[in-house]
């Protein structure tokens, strides 16, 4: 089911995540995902959080495959995508600041974990790509964090090329990316630097240009798992279903 780890130094507390399926998720692991960043938003030992996926493939590569595929009525379909909503509105919620480290590609939910950070650090090699509509669904749940990011036609340029990667370069220059690197070893000295300073700030300035960074998304906490209604439905129809089991083979 992969697995979630918290290191907590010199009040930085970086979160690696883990599946053996190019670190997609199930819903048990969206909703570890969740608990601990709520557990760490309560830490008053930490200031920073860093979000960071295991390896040297992928970032994250969206929602679990075996378990779309499993889902067999509205109410489990619902459920499965409010599990993004539940990670993104944690996110957003967080008191700390959330700096990701987006080492490699990412596609769908990746691309919204990404776009949910408030500050990110990748390399050249960290393309993107939004392909739900693809298979019959669409990036309901995380569009509006990743529109918040690059813009509504940068968003409907991702989300209207399902099979289209965007570079890095591309993420970079549309606002995704705060930051690119042709490597992981200098994304993480220039990442080790920037979080030590940042950490090092008055956490009562950090804590209050957090909430101006996310002033007009409170209505998040009900739009989010509307989406998730809409891609609840769309998940179970016969398109999906046999787009699924393409993809599978």
């Given at each position: 089911m992969g697995s979630i780890e918290t290191f907590i130094q010199n009040n930085i507390a970086t979160i690696t995540f883990f599946h053996p399926s190019s670190n997609s998720f199930p819903s048990v692991l969206l909703q570890n995902l969740t608990d601990e960043i709520n557990l760490l938003?309560?830490?008053?030992?930490?200031?920073?959080?860093?979000l960071k996926s295991a390896g040297t493939g992928a970032f994250c590569a969206g929602a679990s495959f075996d378990e779309l595929?499993?889902?067999?009525?509205?109410e489990e379909g619902s459920r499965f995508f409010s599990g993004f909503a539940n990670v993104i509105n944690a996110m957003r919620r967080?008191?700390?600041?959330i700096i990701g480290r987006i080492h490699g590609k990412a596609v769908g939910?990746?691309?919204?974990?990404?776009?949910?950070?408030?500050?990110a650090f990748a390399t050249n090699k960290s393309d993107v790509k939004l392909s739900e509509i693809a298979i019959g669904i669409g990036p309901f749940v995380i569009e509006p964090a990743v529109s918040r990011k690059?813009?509504?036609m940068a968003m409907s340029e991702m989300t209207l090329n399902p099979t289209a990667w965007k570079t890095s370069k591309w993420a970079f220059e549309k606002g995704l990316y705060s930051e690119i690197f042709d490597?992981?070893?200098?994304?993480d000295k220039?990442?080790?630097?920037?979080t030590n300073e940042l950490a090092s700030y008055n956490y009562d300035a950090l804590f209050e240009i957090k909430k101006v960074l996310w002033e007009g998304t409170n209505d998040w906490d009900s739009l989010l798992y509307e989406r998730a209604a809409i891609s609840g439905r769309l998940?179970?129809?016969d398109f999906t279903k046999n787009a699924l089991k393409k993809f599978k083979k």
């Open positions: 938003s309560k830490n008053e030992a930490v200031s920073i959080i860093v595929f499993s889902i067999s009525n509205y967080c008191p700390k600041l939910g990746g691309v919204g974990l990404a776009a949910a950070c408030d500050y690059i813009g509504k490597s992981i070893e200098e994304l220039r990442l080790d630097e920037y998940v179970l129809s």
